[in-house]
């Protein structure tokens, strides 16, 4: 009787992972959600008009944040790095 009831579950388990690696396949081929190519251009074009932001002004008002200083620069580039990262995962 104990070994039925292994086999089955065996069996079950080896259909949830079938039913698994279809569902992964399927999402693989999925197109991207509408919103992902304006929010990773959106990152892109953000952190680069921080940094000319930043050029234009950093004589006068230290804009977009005065209080990070020259740290400005390294928030652009995080942005557009962000932005940068979400190009694999794009269709």
């Known amino acids: 009787m104990a070994a ?20 992964a396949a399927a999402r693989k081929d999925a197109p991207n959600p ?21 050029y234009v002004t950093s004589t006068t008002l230290q804009l977009p944040v005065p209080a990070f200083g020259n ?4 928030v652009g580039f995080a942005l557009v790095i962000i932005g940068f990262l979400m190009t694999p995962w794009w269709k």
Not at 71 to 74: E, F, G, K, Q
């Open 4 to 23: 039925a009831g292994k086999n089955l579950s065996k069996r079950q388990s080896g259909e949830v992972a079938n039913k698994r690696a279809e569902l």
């Open 34 to 54: 509408v919103w992902f190519k304006p929010v990773m251009f959106g990152f892109m074009l953000l952190g680069l008009l921080w940094i000319v932001l930043y």
């Open 71 to 74: 740290s400005n620069i390294l």
